[in-house]
Each structure stands twice: as structure tokens, then as C-alpha cells.
């Protein structure tokens, strides 16, 4: 079992930047892909960007390429994602989420967070 927590959520204005942690425990925290998701009112789940266990390969939705940065730091079992030049359409709940393998798709991911709210003002 992994248990995922997310943190760094928040009101932002448009332009602005946000982080986003997820802290992972359990017995094999640091051997999954890691990914965000977010979801918005009356939308489905949709992916944002994934990273590999080894921090090496990573995956961008095209609508945050550009503008947000995964990272993981092992040692800690945590990952970011670094969000800059928000835009109110980026306002969701972002979901933190563990794999077996680097991935885009949900059914992927066999742990989950709680979400963190993000909210972009314009």
C-alpha cells in the first residue's frame, strides 16, 4: 500500500505561480511512477504531467507544457509540481498519483490522493 498527500494548494492570481507537493508512505513509496491529475467542477479527471521512478523521463500535457515542472526527490518520497504563468483555467483539484509504470491514462495509477484545491483568479 502507498498513502499519497498533497500540500501547497491555493488562491493565485492569474500570472502567478504555485507548488504542489506529494509526500509518500508505505512500504514501496519510492518504486512507482509518479503522476498529477486534476479535475475541475463538472469535468472529467484529466492528466497533467508524470515523471518515472528514476526522475528521468517525464510526460507533459500540452496544455501545461511549458508552463509546470514535475520533480521528484527520492530520498524525501516526495514529488512537486511547479506551476508558473497560471491561468484560470488551470483552477481545479489536483490529484497526486502512484503507478507501476510512467503513464497518461488514470486507469494506470492504482494509488491516489486526496486532491489539493488550486484557484486562478483572473
Same mark, same amino acid.
Given at each position: ?7 501547497? !494548494? ?19 513509496? !519510492? ?5 498529477? #491529475? ?8 484529466? #492528466? ?6 528514476? !526522475? ?8 501545461? @507544457? !511549458?508552463? #509546470? ?6 530520498? @524525501? ?46
Amino acid at each position: 500500500q502507498v498513502q499519497l498527500v498533497e500540500s501547497g !494548494g491555493g488562491l493565485v492570481q492569474a500570472g502567478g505561480s504555485l507548488r504542489l507537493s506529494c509526500a509518500a508512505s508505505g512500504r514501496t513509496a !519510492g518504486a512507482h511512477a509518479m503522476g498529477w #491529475f486534476r479535475q475541475a467542477p463538472g469535468k472529467e479527471r484529466e #492528466f497533467v504531467a508524470a515523471i518515472s521512478w528514476s !526522475g528521468v523521463s517525464t510526460l507533459y500535457a500540452d496544455s501545461v @507544457k !511549458g508552463r #509546470f515542472t514535475i520533480s521528484r526527490d527520492n530520498a @524525501k518520497n516526495t514529488v512537486y509540481l511547479q506551476m508558473d504563468i497560471l491561468k484560470p483555467e488551470d483552477t481545479a483539484v489536483y490529484y497526486c498519483a502512484a503507478a507501476g509504470r510512467l503513464a497518461a491514462v488514470t486507469y494506470e495509477y492504482a494509488y491516489w490522493g486526496q486532491g489539493t484545491q488550486v484557484s486562478v483568479s483572473s
